[in-house]
């Protein structure tokens, strides 16, 4: 193996290993340290085979499964929330300055809780059956509930995961 390819496994597996502990402090510690950690640690893309791998529920690179589905969540709701966000804002973002009539600590604050929103939504439909995750999708019922039944429940199970991620 490479000395680089050996010191970008080590990073990954660095990373990994914090998106974990993120994950499992985020009801200790609120949904703001949570969110500071998802986007450390989801700073750089992913490997594409991390990406496939924690879609499959396997490990990859040399970690667990459940560390490669944390980094992957991680990854996916820094993704969403940065998506979410005008360009403008999310330059003035990485540099530290405010934007669109908030201060530089109004806009960390909006985007830690859009990462905090997005990984709560994430998560939840990471641990649907396939099927409701893509009949939730498409707008169709599935396991014995209607359309409207479908995205009631998901929708409770995402704010039960907001409330358990604000708890500190």
Known sequence: MKKSTGILLLVLALSAAVAVSAQADCGKKGCGTH?????????????????????????????????????????????AAKADMHECCAAALEAGKGCCGKDAEGLKAAYNQKVCDAH?????KGEMHECCAAALEAGKGCCGKDAEGLKAAYEQKVVEAKKASEKS
């Open 120 to 124: 709560a939504a994430i998560a939840v």
């Open 35 to 79: 969110a500071e950690a998802a986007h450390a640690t989801a700073g750089a893309d992913m490997h594409k085979c991390c990406v496939a791998a924690a879609q499959e529920g396997k490990g990859c690179c040399g970690n667990t499964a459940e560390v490669t589905k944390a980094a992957y969540t991680s990854h996916m709701a820094v993704a």
